[in-house]
């Protein structure tokens, strides 16, 4: 199985902060990552797949980047709703695995 | 629009069986592919079965290979995950899902 890592674990920033959550896999996945958003309570929201495509209706303020096995997701100015918890998940080969989160919280 | 609701969850006993539901519209159920995903209190998401559009290609996660049965109706639009020889581990929301669409969960939590 593809084991997947995310750091940091979590971080305190500011409104207008740029925020940088990097990823990796265990092995190449190509461009088979996808980021996904979660609020407290909420379903998980898509803000990027295929490693670096904005999902229809995501603030262009959030992008992706990498291939292989190292990924970023990059939120270049933090607004007051980005306070949440962000995951990565290759969809390269099954089990279809997550990270393990990167919480980021109000400073 | 996409609507994906489940249900089915509840408070089981260890050792002891629950059929979750997952009721699609606003798509054409029979084209997609879809997934359970599960969130076990203040926990990250673990993905745990897929079954292709047709049903004929299904996949597990080795926590649960052999003790849950991912399913479809396409005629009832509606998606399955029949959970066995449940064990206190497996409590968590579980979420269906297609793609970018996914419903709101369903708790289920295994407890004597």
């Known amino acids: 199985d593809i084991q997947m890592t995310q750091s940091p674990s979590s971080v305190s920033a500011s409104v207008g902060d740029r925020v940088t959550i990097t990823c990796q896999a265990s092995q190449g996945i190509s461009s088979w990552l996808a980021w996904y958003q979660q609020k407290p309570g909420k379903a998980p929201k898509l803000l990027i797949y295929a490693?670096?495509?904005l999902q229809s209706g995501v603030p262009s303020r959030f992008s992706g980047s990498g291939s292989g096995t190292d990924?970023?997701?990059t939120i270049s100015?933090?607004?007051p709703e980005?306070?949440?918890t962000y995951y990565c998940q290759q969809a390269n080969s099954f089990p279809f695995t997550f990270g393990p989160g990167t919480k980021v919280d109000i400073k | 629009?996409?609507?994906?609701v489940e249900s089915g969850?509840?408070?089981?006993?260890?050792g002891g069986s629950l059929r979750l539901s997952c009721a699609a519209s606003g798509f054409t159920f029979s084209d997609y592919y879809m997934s359970w995903i599960r969130q076990a209190p203040g926990k990250g998401l673990e993905w745990v079965?897929?079954?292709s559009s047709s049903g004929s290609t299904i996949y597990y996660a080795d926590s649960v290979k052999g003790r849950f049965?991912?399913?479809r109706d396409n005629a009832k639009n509606s998606l399955y995950l029949q959970m066995n020889s449940l064990r206190a581990e497996d409590t968590a929301v579980y979420y269906c899902a297609r793609e970018n669409y996914w419903g709101q969960g369903t708790l289920v939590t295994v407890s004597s």
Do not use: E, H, N, R
Request: aromatic share 10%; glycine share 8%.
């Open chain 1, 71 to 73: 990924f970023t997701l």
């Open chain 1, 77 to 79: 100015s933090l607004q």
């Open chain 1, 51 to 53: 490693a670096s495509s």
């Open chain 2, 9 to 14: 969850g509840g408070l089981v006993k260890p």
């Open chain 2, 1 to 4: 629009q996409v609507q994906l």
């Open chain 1, 82 to 84: 980005d306070f949440a």
């Open chain 2, 69 to 71: 049965t991912i399913s």
């Open chain 2, 49 to 51: 079965s897929y079954i």
